[in-house]
Structures are given as structure tokens and as C-alpha cells.
């Protein structure tokens, strides 16, 4: 399967990138690894007429300690999030699923910020900085903002990015002592989730679903059970509270939603014997 | 629209200039325009692997990256794996234990073991099989591929693209 043809332009630096943003609209698109745009662009399900390639801003390929929290730019790769000794310390929840999305040939080409972009609620890391209560910083026209990942995704592959802006980097939480876990289910190895749940906890729970509805989703139900002392077991009860989960060839709705309730336990189960 | 890119790109070892259509896959220009016709398109969904080449010496899906996003890096196909008459020793574990059936998916796996065993060079079973989560094969040959791959891991000195 062949893309529709576009044109090609390299950007140098962000400036350059958000200027070609700017100057071709919204029938451009960035392209960083290239592992969600090209799929789709050879379905013919996305067809911009210009690719901005981003992949060289390795100046964006970096896991740095920002006191109380990582930072991680957004161009760094999938494989390189997940071998980070400052992210499997400070931030393991991350670095472990970092190493479950695809495999390792997507690990090598994939980027954070093109995964966090996207948008895709059934991909793994956005649920993953729901959870952890990340931040997401963009540039745009107008300087830098900071985006709170409970606010970032709006829609099915629809984010809080302008057209015009674009992702730099993404902010972790340290949560030291925290237990965590993250439970993918699928049939086969390199999958997508079916259903995934990832989880923290020290006091606070932080519990986000992959795969159940139109956007990843922040299981407050989950949250607020934990919060007045319920048992993982009886908060797993709510995990499909307020969800709207796909029929798919891999599992009907209802399938998903007894699915979630089984993975939320394992996962707060598997949180709290790490904490 | 759709105005050519020039890229330079050294494969097995050569370089070559090229003028390439941006929307070209680094698959198609290594089959197509180098005649590298070892690599092979299997799913073309960038799920089974088959077209797995090393770019800068890691291993990538070549239905999955665009020729100009290879631009200035080095690929290594199967073709440019061996030493002249030598193997390199993941084929030559391939071939001893049998790592193959039908064949079909043999390049894009020697590929992908040739990378896994670079990150890991002492692994475990279970690792190899995590390791190689990426390829398929629909001859289901997975139990001797896993045993080339071991074997190959314990090769003195095995030399890795």
C-alpha cells in the first residue's frame, strides 16, 4: 500500500517546524517516528499534503531530572524511554510500558510525543501520563503553554493541540515510593490493548483505561472508591462507571466492560504489592 | 506537489545518491530501485516483520519508514550480512538448526534476532521469544528460530552488523 503522494519538507528546528505549521495549515502534518501517521497514510485513512519531518530535532530526544518531575522530550523514542535509568527509577510505570508498545522494531522508530499526540485511545503511553497526572508542554505561534493531561484528549484522535502548535515535551510527577502497574490485554503479542488499565498509587490513586471509549479515560469512579477506603476488589467494581467502550472484531462492549473491572483489580492488586 | 527529495543512503556498506518521490517506502527502494529483493513485503501493516532491515543498526519495519526518512543513515538488508563466503552467525545458527521453513519470513527474522542479540547478547528463552514479538511466521516454525537464536547468542566473538 502506496501513500497519496504529499510534499516533503525537513525542519531544522521547532521555529522552522511551527513556521511550516503555520504557512501550509491544517493539510499539513507532522511527522516524527511515523509509526501511527504512516500506517494511516497507507490505508488512505489520512492524506496531508505536506509532511513536516520533525524526526531530526533529536535537541527533543532527551529524559531529563526536573526536581519534581521528569521531563522527557517528545521526540524521544519508545526504546529509549524504556532503557532510561532516570525514568526506571523515578518514573517506572513509564519506562516499563514504553517497552509493551508494538515491538521492538516500533520501540526503535516510535516517539512519546507522536503516541501522546495521536491521541489514539487504544495506544498505550497516553493512559499511562492520564494516570501519572502528567503535563504536556506545546509551542505554538504564541510561545510555550502547558497543557494538564486530564485536559489534553478531546475527542478520537483529538487533542488540545492547535493545528499551529506542537508537542515539545512531556512532564512526569515524581511519586516516590508509589506502587504501580499496568495491565495489557490482548491476543496477540504485539497487539493493540483490547482493554488496558494503568495504575498508581501512594495515598492518592491515579487509575487510566486504554480502549474504552473515545479517548483514554481517567477511571475517576475507581479513584474516588479508593479514596473513601473501598478494597481494589470493590473499587474495580466502578471501572467500567461512565465508559464507552468499542464493539470490535477482538471483543464486544460488554465484553470490555467485564474485561476492564478484572484488569482495574489485577492492576490496583499488583500497585499495591509493589508500594 | 510531490516534488523529489534527493537522499543519500549507504546500503550494505555503499553509498548512493538517489532522487526519490517522498511518499516512497524504504521497502521499495531497497527491492525496486537497489534490487534488494531479499527483504520481503509480507503484511504490509507494519505487523509481520518480513521487511525488517537494520537502520543504523537497529531493526525497523521498511514498510514503515519513508526512503527520506533514511536519508544519511546506513541500512543493512540480509544481503549485506555476510562476510563474502561467510555467514554471519545468526545465519549460520539459522541454517544448523533449521530456523526456517517455507523461508518467507527468514530475512525480516535473521534481522530482527541480528538487533535483539545486539541489545541483548545474554538472553534468556524467554527473551528471545519477547524479543522476536515483532515477526511472525505462518509456518509457525517459532520453536527452532528461538533455538538458532540462542545458539547464536552463545557464539564466540559473533560480530553484529
Keep these: 500500500m502506496i501513500p497519496s503522494a504529499f510534499d516533503y519538507v525537513r525542519a531544522a528546528s521547532v521555529d522552522e517546524a511551527l513556521a511550516q505549521l503555520a504557512e501550509h495549515g491544517d493539510e499539513a502534518k507532522l511527522l516524527a517516528g511515523g509509526h501511527s501517521l504512516l500506517p494511516l497514510m497507507k490505508l488512505r485513512l489520512a492524506a496531508p499534503t505536506v509532511l513536516i519531518d520533525i524526526g531530526r530535532l533529536r535537541d527533543l530526544s532527551y529524559v531529563r531530572d526536573g526536581g519534581n518531575h521528569v521531563a522527557v522530550g517528545a521526540l524521544t523514542r519508545h526504546r529509549d524511554v524504556e532503557v532510561s535509568d532516570l525514568l526506571r527509577a523515578e518514573v517506572p510505570l513509564l519506562a516499563h510500558t514504553a517497552g509493551l508498545v508494538g515491538d521492538p522494531q516500533v520501540r526503535h522508530r516510535g516517539t512519546i510525543g507522536g503516541s501522546v499526540a495521536h491521541g489514539d485511545p487504544a495506544s498505550d503511553l497516553p493512559a499511562v501520563v492520564l494516570a501519572l497526572g502528567g503535563t504536556l508542554v506545546a509551542r505554538g505561534p504564541g510561545g510555550e503553554r502547558e497543557i494538564a493531561a486530564g485536559e489534553f484528549f478531546h475527542g478520537f484522535l483529538e487533542t488540545a493541540l492547535a493545528p499551529d502548535e506542537m508537542l515539545t515535551e512531556i512532564r512526569l510527577p515524581k511519586r516516590p515510593g508509589a506502587g504501580w502497574s499496568y495491565q495489557k490485554f490482548n491476543r496477540r503479542a504485539q497487539d493493540w490493548a483490547i482493554v488496558g488499565v494503568a495504575a498508581v498509587r501512594n495515598g492518592g490513586a491515579g487509575v487510566a483505561l486504554v480502549n474504552m471509549g473515545s479517548t483514554p479515560l481517567r477511571a475517576t469512579a475507581v479513584e474516588q472508591a479508593l479514596a473513601s477506603g473501598a478494597s481494589p476488589a470493590d473499587a474495580a467494581a466502578h471501572a467500567a462507571e461512565g465508559t464507552e467502550p468499542p464493539d470490535d472484531l477482538n471483543g464486544s462492549a460488554d465484553y470490555r466492560r467485564h474485561l476492564v473491572q478484572v484488569l482495574v483489580r489485577r492492576a490496583l492488586e499488583e500497585a499495591g504489592a509493589r508500594g | ?161
Excluded at chain 2, 563474502?84 to 544448523?96: I, K, L, N, T
Aim: charged letters at 20%; a negative charge; hydrophobic letters at 35%.
Design chain 2, 1 to 161: 506537489m510531490m516534488t523529489a527529495v534527493r537522499i543519500t543512503l549507504t546500503v550494505n556498506g555503499t553509498r548512493h545518491d538517489d532522487d526519490v518521490e517522498p511518499r516512497l517506502l524504504l521497502v521499495h527502494y531497497l527491492r525496486e530501485t537497489r534490487g534488494l529483493t531479499g527483504t520481503n513485503v509480507g503484511c504490509d501493516t507494519t505487523s509481520c516483520g518480513a521487511c525488517t532491515v537494520l537502520l543504523d543498526g537497529e531493526s525497523v519495519k521498511s514498510c514503515t519508514v519513508l526512503a527520506v526518512q533514511a536519508d544519511g543513515g546506513e541500512v543493512t538488508t540480509i544481503e549485506g550480512l555476510a562476510s563474502g563466503d561467510a555467514m554471519h552467525p545468526v545465519q549460520e545458527a539459522f541454517r544448523e538448526h533449521h530456523g526456517l521453513q517455507c523461508g518467507y519470513c527468514t530475512p525480516g527474522m535473521v534481522m530482527a534476532a541480528v538487533s535483539f542479540l545486539a541489545e541483548h547478547p545474554d538472553p534468556s528463552e524467554d527473551e528471545v521469544r519477547h524479543g522476536l514479538e515483532g515477526n511472525l511466521c505462518r509456518c509457525t516454525g517459532y520453536h527452532n528460530i528461538v533455538k538458532a537464536v540462542m545458539a547464536a547468542a552463545k557464539t564466540p566473538a559473533a560480530p553484529r552488523a
